[in-house]
């Protein structure tokens, strides 16, 4: 085990006065470049924590709540990894229907009653929103893990933790988003956290997924070239970072609608022979068939590297909420 003086990042007493602790991470407009650098330190840390000596105590005794309305396999799983990684327990709520929420019970009751037993609560629900619902009517931390099609974002901190670990950069990068910009939320956060550096963005995807003018403006306002296309053609050779996603179909109000744009692009080694050498391509996860599985044992395809990563910037998020880091 360290001692606080081998580690700036991770003090062994609580930090009170942590410019992080008790704060909620509802949108990636609360981050600057400042804090992504801190950020990227502390997951790098606890990679080599992880590394060396798997679990350790950092978090003993503190208590997670992980409350999921929706889906998920990585995002659920790996906040209850990385509090368990730094000694603490979670409270499982994935199956929201064998809770008081099928009796009725509203989101900012659930939330207020989960507070009197955890210490942070990581929340995913259907609704755009809904985070800063429920971190309204708490005391404790919420970390937004998805609010319907609005942000996500502890996935875009870890998407551009990945893409510094793999490219060593995020400045004079070209990134091109790939599929349904419309509902995915990933890339909303996304395209937003990028602007912070100097990227140019490219936008390609069937005319009705198209990236929502609300998004394309606040990163015009700061300055950042975006293009939309609609085919990959144009712009994989100048691309740095191919960021693919799934066509979300849940949140399709007509399934013929999905039914016309699902199998829009797939990316596999064929199509990947027009791509630079040195490129990462990227995807959050769950794939359907936006990506040929020929293709996962290509150098450049990152996106299983990108879930270990998510880890790592987990662990940070709630060591910094609960003043340890
Ligand atoms: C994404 C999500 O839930 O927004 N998954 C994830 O958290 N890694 C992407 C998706 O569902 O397509």
Known sequence: MPTE??????????NKNASWYGKDILSVKQFNRADLEYIFGVAHEMR??????????LLKGKILANLFYEPSTRTSSSFTAAMERLGGSVIPINEVKYSSVTKGESLTDTVRTLECYADVIVLRHPETGSAAIAAKAAKKPVINAGDGIGEHPTQALLD????????????????????????GRTVHSLARLLSLFKVKLNYVSPDILRMPKEVMDEVAAKGIPQAEYSTLEKVLP??????????????????AEYEKVKGAYVIDPEIMKAAKQEMIVMHPLPRVTEISMDFDDDPRAAYFRQMEYGLYVRMALLAMVLGKA
């Not at 003086?5 to 609580?14: C, I, R, T």
């Open 160 to 183: 551009t933790f990945t893409i510094m670990e793999e490219l060593g950069r995020l400045d004079n990068l070209t990134v091109t988003m790939l599929g349904d910009l419309k509902y």
């Open 48 to 57: 080599g924590m992880v590394e060396r000596i798997g679990t350790f105590d």
């Open 238 to 255: 100048e691309t740095d970072v191919l960021y693919v996603t799934r066509v979300q179909k849940e949140r399709f109000e007509d399934p």
């Open 5 to 14: 003086s081998q580690s700036p990042y991770l003090p062994f007493g609580e």
